[in-house]
């Protein structure tokens, strides 16, 4: 078992910044087909795939942060961040972290049967 804990969110203005971090109890890239990702459900929608990264050099976002959201993952700390810029209203939800094994290439990586380990979700409130 995999414990996932999520930090760094919280509420800022329309156009800021924030850093949300993820981190492991255990070793998350000791299998070459590693999978972490982030996700996100705002209120009254579903999860949805916010950026993931893979074993095999895949890194993947989903159209609406392309350009100001960045995943990047910390091999030795057994972590990753999301780092997000200029940040919209829209971009309001509680932002998960998740950890798994990539099972078919042909797969996207935001498929959610390949997320074995789940954080428990930080808040990320954007004011206008």
């Known amino acids: 078992q995999v414990r996932l804990v999520e930090s760094g969110g919280g509420s800022v203005q329309s156009g800021g910044s924030l850093r949300l971090s993820c981190t492991a109890s255990g070793s998350i890239y000791d299998s070459e087909n590693y999978l972490v990702g982030w996700f996100r459900q705002a209120p009254g929608k579903g999860r949805e795939g916010v950026a993931a990264?893979?074993?095999?050099?895949?890194?993947i976002y989903a159209d609406y942060v392309k350009g100001r959201f960045t995943i990047s993952q910390d091999n030795a700390k057994n972590m990753f961040h999301l780092d997000m810029t200029y940040l919209k209203p829209e971009d309001t939800a509680v932002y998960y972290c998740?950890?798994?094994?990539?099972?078919?290439?042909?797969?996207?990586?935001?498929?959610?049967?390949?997320?074995?380990?789940w954080g428990q979700g930080t808040q990320v409130t954007v004011s206008s």
């Open positions: 990264i893979a074993g095999d050099g895949r890194i």
């Open positions: 998740a950890t798994g094994e990539v099972q078919r290439r042909i797969w996207s990586l935001f498929y959610g049967a390949q997320y074995n380990f």
